[in-house]
T-cell receptor, first 111, second 113 residues
């Protein structure tokens, strides 16, 4: 079954420290993966997608098919990075185009 | 400005009183979807629509209805709300087949007493 797992509910780091938010997926096919971010009291917005291989706000994520992972990384965390982060997998199965979300990781960056 | 709007943003109601949460997008997107967000459970899909008059159940459709009579609107209907439907609801839209980025609305916080 298609599934997205974010093992950490909460991740707390100090400003300037590296951060890695973990995401593992289960999918029988070629996956399409995304990271969405939700800042306090704001709507979800796309942070990045694996197919574009871009860096947004200093964040990067590499798809590792061998480990079925799509971890989100940033070398130096900033206080404004504090937010809820969701990893999502596009499901091309019966409900074509739907996104399957992980349960989210709350990142707290302390000064 | 491209956007997804939801109304109301906040709603407190009582058990059994029918309510509708509206969702509208101005991007001419074919695909629209409703999610509920609960602590520790993340986002779970309620219903989605691939196009006008085409809707289907998501992961947690019980107690909800939707309709898609126009491309831009996708209302969520709770015929007889119950306390376990207290949640934060998000509407989203994207291009045909759910391709590309999903654009989310600002959310509707619903409390059912």
């Amino acid at each position: 079954a298609q599934r997205v797992t974010q093992p950490e509910k909460l991740l707390s780091v100090f400003k300037g420290a590296p951060v890695e938010l973990k995401c593992n997926y289960s999918y029988s096919g070629s996956p399409e993966l995304f990271w969405y971010v939700q800042y306090s009291r704001q709507r979800l917005q796309l942070l990045l997608r694996h197919i574009s291989r871009e860096s947004i706000k200093g964040f990067t994520a590499d798809l590792n098919k061998g480990e079925t992972s799509f971890h989100l990384k940033k070398p130096f965390a900033q206080e404004e990075d504090s937010a809820m982060y969701y990893c999502a997998l596009r499901n091309y199965g019966g409900s074509q185009g739907n996104l399957i979300f992980g349960k989210g990781t709350k990142l707290s960056v302390k000064p | 400005e491209a956007q997804v709007t939801q109304n109301p943003r906040y709603l407190i109601t009582v058990t059994g009183k029918k309510l509708t949460v509206t969702c509208s997008q101005n991007m001419n997107h074919e695909y629209m979807s409703w999610y509920r967000q609960d602590p520790g459970l993340g986002l779970r899909q309620i219903y989605y629509s691939m196009n006008v008059e085409v809707t289907d159940k998501g992961d947690v459709p019980e107690g909800y209805k939707v309709s898609r009579k126009e491309k831009r609107n996708f209302p969520l209907i709770l015929e007889s709300p119950s306390p376990n439907q207290t949640s934060l609801y998000f509407c989203a839209s994207s291009r045909q087949g759910g391709q590309g980025e999903q654009y989310f609305g600002p959310g509707t916080r619903l409390t059912v007493t």
